[in-house]
């Protein structure tokens, strides 16, 4: 059974800095792209960020130079670095992954992790 796990949430002031982590686990042969998406009471669920195999990098274009995703292939884990976070960066964190198991090619979202950003 493949599972995504998130941790890092919590509380944070403004102009300070989190990381987040999402770890893979089960019976997984090869992780495709990583991506952190994010969804802010009342609004829709929308992409943050998102990493390939080979560390390509992709950002929503308002979080540039904010945000910095990161991954460590050994672990099946990856990272969302929050610089400088903002009120409006409130959201629950969702952890999503292209996954090939012995089950075969599926994507996972993790349970998601709370981010207020408030003094």
């Known amino acids: 059974q493949v599972q995504l796990v998130e941790s890092g949430g919590g509380l944070v002031q403004p102009g300070g800095s989190l990381r987040l982590s999402c770890a893979a686990s089960?019976?997984?042969?090869?992780?495709?792209?990583m991506d952190w998406y994010r969804q802010a009471p009342g609004k829709q669920r929308e992409l943050v960020a998102s990493?390939?195999?080979?560390?390509?990098?992709n950002y929503a274009d308002a979080l540039k130079g904010r945000f910095t995703i990161s991954r460590d292939n050994a672990k099946n884990t990856v990272y969302l670095r929050m610089n400088s976070p903002k009120p409006e960066d409130t959201a629950v964190y969702y952890c999503?992954?292209?996954?090939?198991?012995?089950?075969?090619?599926?994507?996972?979202w993790g349970q998601g992790t709370q981010v207020t950003v408030s003094s």
């Open positions: 999503y992954a292209d996954i090939r198991s012995w089950s075969g090619f599926d994507h996972y």
């Open positions: 089960g019976s997984i042969f090869s992780i495709n792209h």
């Open positions: 990493i390939t195999s080979d560390g390509s990098t």
